[in-house]
């Protein structure tokens, strides 16, 4: 399974875009790049996945450079509900013996 | 149409009792996992059911045993409880093949 590294935590304004880079240097050829939110309390929510290039939808948007050993999740305009964890996961698709890494704390301020 | 629900909310459990709980899946959906969440980290995965078997296990012990209904619902049983698994028990649901969609979870506490 591909190994994840992504940062701890992330503060941010209203307003502003927040980008959340994954590291997946290990990433295989099957592999697609998987993004999820939880909030205190609930269960995690999907928000997006891809393999390659960029991926949108009405949340975010998901950058895959060619190499695809990294991947970054934009999240625009963020206002004070975006507070979660993102977790990215890596692996062939929508495997659900995927476990979740720690994710990354976004801290999103008036 | 309702999303994926799990029963108890809360529980509270001391050393080695037993425990079970209890999901019901997304509508539409036929695969059941069940994951532990310990207080500051990510999910872990627990084990999958589909057509009423078990399909594939994470790293957990015997202790940790389910079961699948045929109508999709499902159970977690925890037998010998430890302190260590007090946590967060979510459930997600799917179609094989789709992404997953969890439930609110159960937070269990071991005393």
């Known amino acids: 399974l591909a190994k994840t590294t992504q940062p701890i935590s992330m503060d941010s304004y209203e307003g502003q875009e927040v980008n959340i880079t994954c590291s997946h240097n290990?990433?295989?050829?099957?592999?697609?790049i998987t993004w999820y939110q939880q909030f205190p309390s609930q269960g995690p929510r999907f928000i997006i996945q891809?393999?390659?290039t960029k991926v949108t939808n009405e949340v975010a948007s998901l950058f895959i450079p060619a190499d695809r050993k990294s991947s970054t999740l934009s999240l625009p305009r963020v206002s004070l509900s975006d507070t979660a964890v993102y977790y990215c996961l890596v692996g062939i698709l929508n495997d659900y013996k995927l476990s979740f890494g720690a994710g990354t704390t976004v801290t999103v301020r008036a | 149409d309702a999303g994926v629900t799990q029963s108890p909310t809360h529980l509270i459990k001391t050393r080695g009792q037993q425990v079970t709980l209890r999901c019901s899946p997304k509508s539409g959906h036929d695969t059941v996992s069940w994951y532990q969440q310990a207080l500051g980290q990510g999910p872990q995965f627990i084990f999958q059911y589909y057509e009423e078997e078990e399909r594939q296990r994470g790293n957990f012990p015997d202790r940790f045993s389910g079961h699948q209904f045929p109508n999709y619902s499902s159970e977690l049983n925890v037998n010998a409880l430890l302190l260590g698994d007090s946590a967060l028990y979510l459930c997600a649901s799917s179609l094989v093949g789709t992404h997953r969609d969890f439930g609110a979870g159960t937070r269990l506490s071991v005393l």
């Open positions: 891809g393999y390659k």
């Open positions: 290990n990433i295989a050829t099957n592999d697609y």
